[in-house]
């Protein structure tokens, strides 16, 4: 019945196949969703989606494909009630009748129960064996034996709250192709886990070495890991003015607390506007900062290069010849360009963040720059596909 559900899932971009079906089948055995249309979609949620950004396929999906099955259950459900509240009184039991009742344990009275729900097709009063009002039988309403199932409720089921809860859409916020917003932060902070477990596996890692040794029949078998020590240094430049002011400052916050979430050995944060100019400053107003040369001395080139920026800027702009104050100076000056490429070629691996849609990066200025950085989107997996490749090993890119 819920696989045409989990094929409208895949059809947004969920990936579930047959591990999931299989869980969620054995879910609905068990019995885990209540029988309820609310604890299917808790459950079917729990299970089926893995990843934050799905999170909003997974409500528009649940909509999708139960629109109408609410209205259906709240009409069966003031049936119901309408019913109970006409209930007949029970008659008095004859002896027998008592003993019968009574003599059932709750194991028995379960099987029974869901077996008169399979069966029953209509209304009862009065009987010995169906589910209804004023009878002998175990499951009903204003009875009296000592073991039984008493159904019935307060009008207000709730069957209405899984739609709800889907319609509502609170996760919209948590897309992977979004430009990252605040309501992303603690989602993309997972992504600059990656940083953390970088570096030369030169420590040694007893519990490893012990179980490999024990698989090779007692030969030695020394195994190691990166320190536990994190020896990430980022430096992180990024555009400020204009368009780029909301994102300036949300990428800044970002690496900051991923500085003390997962620990970078170093963080150097820096600002820039359009382009780098022989000088970056450490302050979004551009006041002071330090040239560029200087700064390559003192960073080495083991160190992540992070820019922002949307690279959107006069063509001259690129091509702009200042001096290691930002001064234009045609004499001795270098164009912007060619600060980019110099910052690019001091660092083993480098990564460019833009919050521009990636159709628009053609035919302008972010083509000259993609010419000189690896460049990716400012979304949630754009920063997953930055973060990957800035910590796949050394790599210098020969760049003109």
């Known amino acids: 019945m819920f696989l045409p559900f989990l094929y409208e899932l895949r059809r947004r971009g969920v990936p579930v196949g047959a591990h999931e079906a299989i869980s969620l089948a054995g879910a609905l055995k068990a019995g ?3 029988s309820s249309l609310d604890g299917f979609y808790h459950v079917a949620r729990a299970l089926l989606v893995h990843s934050e950004t799905h999170l909003d396929a997974f409500d528009q999906a649940f909509l999708a494909h139960f629109k109408g099955v609410e209205a259906a259950g709240q009409q069966l459900t003031e049936e119901l009630l309408e019913w109970l509240k ?10 027998e009748e008592r003993a019968l009742l009574e003599h059932f344990d709750v ?6 129960f869901q077996q008169r729900l399979e069966e029953q097709r209509e209304r009862h009063d009065g009987g010995t064996k169906w589910i209804g009002t004023g ?5 009903g309403h204003s009875g009296q034996p000592r073991e039984g199932f008493r159904v019935g409720g307060p009008a207000g089921s709730g069957s209405k709250q899984a739609m709800r809860l889907a319609g509502a859409r609170a996760y919209q916020g948590y897309r992977g192709d979004v430009v990252l917003d605040t309501r992303q932060m603690a989602v993309a902070l997972r992504k600059l886990r990656a940083f953390t477990r970088e570096g030369a596996p030169d420590e040694l890692d007893v519990e490893g070495s012990i179980a490999a040794t024990a698989k090779n029949a007692g030969e030695l078998e020394v195994v190691t890991r990166p320190p536990r020590r994190p020896n990430t240094r980022v430096v992180l430049m990024m555009d400020v003015g204009g368009s780029m002011d909301p994102y300036a400052h949300l990428v800044s916050r970002l690496f900051s607390v991923a500085k003390q979430a997962t620990h970078f050995k170093e963080l150097r944060t820096y600002y820039f506007h359009n382009c780098v ?8 107003t551009l006041t002071g900062g330090i040239s560029v040369p200087d700064l390559l001395g003192q960073v080495g080139r083991h160190h992540k ?34 600060w980019l490429m110099e910052l690019a070629r001091h660092f083993e691996r480098s990564a460019w963040l833009n919050p ?18 690896d460049m990716f989107p400012l979304t949630l997996d754009g920063l997953g596909e930055a973060v990957g490749h800035l910590t796949k090993g050394k790599m210098v890119r020969g760049r003109k």
């Open 32 to 34: 885990l969703h209540d």
């Open 86 to 95: 006409e209930a007949r009184e029970r008659r008095e039991l004859t002896p």
């Open 135 to 139: 009878g002998a039988s175990p499951f």
């Open 356 to 373: 521009e849609p990636i159709q628009t990066w053609r035919g302008n200025t972010i083509a000259a720059v993609r010419n000189v950085f």
């Open 107 to 112: 194991e028995e009275l379960e099987k029974l």
């Open 277 to 284: 100019y022989g000088r970056v400053f450490e302050n979004a």
């Open 305 to 338: 290069l992070v820019m922002v920026g949307d690279a959107l800027m006069a063509p001259y702009e690129l091509t702009l010849r200042t001096d290691v104050y930002g001064r234009y100076a045609l004499e001795g000056g270098k164009e912007g360009l060619v």
